[in-house]
């Protein structure tokens, strides 16, 4: 329980090192920004993953409504062929650049 204290109180203190105001590299200055997106993969400034699981829940969730629509039209098999490859591929392509 203390290595978990200790390690929580050490990232605490680098985040309080990392500038909050613009940064001046050569002639640009570089403002801070909650969330990137590097990859399709969304990183914010607290290393939580709640951008890119909120990111990809919409874009399944549109996915399905695009499938809703053609659903009648199609055959069990090719239905479920469509929900792996516009679903379970974007879960999977997330999953792969997170490992």
């Known amino acids: 329980m203390a290595k978990t ?8 203190r680098h985040q309080r090192q990392i500038p ?4 001046r590299i050569s002639n640009t200055t570089v403002l801070p920004v909650s969330q990137v997106r590097d990859l399709g ?19 399944c969730f549109s996915a ?3 499938i ?9 098999h090719a ?3 469509l929900i792996r490859a516009l679903v379970v ?7 792969s650049v997170i490992a």
């Open 5 to 12: 204290a200790t390690n929580q109180n050490a990232s605490a």
């Open 20 to 23: 909050t105001g613009p940064v």
């Open 41 to 59: 993969v969304y990183l914010d400034a607290n290393v939580t993953m709640k951008a890119h699981v909120t990111a990809n829940v919409r874009a």
């Open 64 to 66: 399905l409504r695009q």
């Open 68 to 76: 809703q629509s053609v659903r009648r039209s199609l055959p069990r």
């Open 79 to 81: 239905l479920l062929t």
């Open 89 to 95: 591929s974007k879960v999977d392509y997330y999953n």
